[in-house]
């Protein structure tokens, strides 16, 4: 049989429309596909919730791929051990309380679970804003990266959520959009975004999961952008952190959702 060069494209064409279009009305929303996205998404998912992940980016991943200044290795401590078994990534004990595994296994293992576990992504994609009804996010705002990118006026399209969660990171895009546009109302001391604070691994590790909330109705936080959206300090190439807040913004998810 002769391939044909158009089938081939009406089959990617048709494929992508099916899966955008059974996507725009969800249970759960993500924004950033770094490792506290990858891992709600996966806990989501495996509950048998409908949810979707949007990554700027052609490679989803996060910060996660570098390791340490690109040394690619990443150190997770003992109480996010579970986190790596569960996501069949192998690790090493460098000594007591630090262990390490490699930072592109642990990706790879992350994406390959979550999607297995029905986990939805789309790269490419950047959030430009929210959709809001009186005082709560209700959706997504979305184009393509590559419109942003190039700076050209073409407007986006729309998907709606019951929840949204800005995985975003340092950058807390999503959080940025809210209050920028509803000034002072989000849920931290000053209503205003805390920014994040120097390093301080240790702390910053109990607080990114103090931080893993609900910012604003409607909008949670989870990762590097709880911790920035609250003031909370950067802990470095330790990830531990990161995979419990998205373990942690899942949980809490599924409780409202079922509740
Ligand atoms: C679509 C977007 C948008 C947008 C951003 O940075 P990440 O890996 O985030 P986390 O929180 O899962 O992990 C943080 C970790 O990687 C890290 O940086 C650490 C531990 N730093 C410590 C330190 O001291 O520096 O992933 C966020 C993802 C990225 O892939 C972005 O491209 C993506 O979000 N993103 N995607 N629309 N508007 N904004």
């Keep these: 049989m002769e391939l044909n060069e158009v089938i081939i494209t009406r089959a990617i064409v048709d494929r992508f429309h099916a899966k955008f279009r059974d996507n725009l009305e969800t249970d759960v929303a993500i924004v950033g596909g770094g490792p506290a996205g990858l891992v709600a998404g996966h806990f989501l998912a495996s509950a048998g919730k409908k949810v979707v992940l ?14 340490g200044m690109m040394f690619n290795e990443i150190v997770v401590q003992e109480t996010a051990l579970r986190l790596l078994d569960e996501f069949g990534v192998r690790c090493h004990k460098y000594e007591e309380g630090y262990y390490t595994s490699d930072s592109v296994e642990t990706v790879a293992c992350l994406i390959a679970r979550a999607v297995q576990a029905g986990l939805t992504i789309f790269n490419c994609m950047s959030v430009e804003d929210v959709m809001m009804r009186t005082d709560r996010v209700i959706g997504l ?15 986006p399209l729309t998907m709606r959520s019951r929840f949204v969660i800005d995985a975003t990171g340092h950058a807390t895009e999503v959080v940025k959009v809210v209050h920028k546009k509803v000034p002072g109302d989000l849920r931290t001391p000053t209503g205003k975004i805390e920014g994040e604070k120097s390093m301080w691994s240790d702390k910053a590790e109990t607080l990114t999961l103090e931080n893993t909330r609900e910012i604003f109705p409607g ?6 952008a709880a ?10 190439a330790i990830f531990g952190g990161m995979m419990l807040s998205g373990e942690k913004v899942a949980n809490d998810l599924l409780k409202r959702l079922e509740g």
């Design 227 to 236: 911790n920035a959206t609250f003031g909370g300090p950067r802990m470095g």
């Design 219 to 224: 909008l949670y936080v989870a990762g590097m």
């Design 141 to 155: 705002v979305l184009n393509w990266s590559s419109v942003e990118m190039a700076g050209i006026h073409v407007d």
């Design 54 to 67: 949007y990554e700027r980016k052609l490679s989803i991943g996060g910060g996660m791929w570098g390791g």
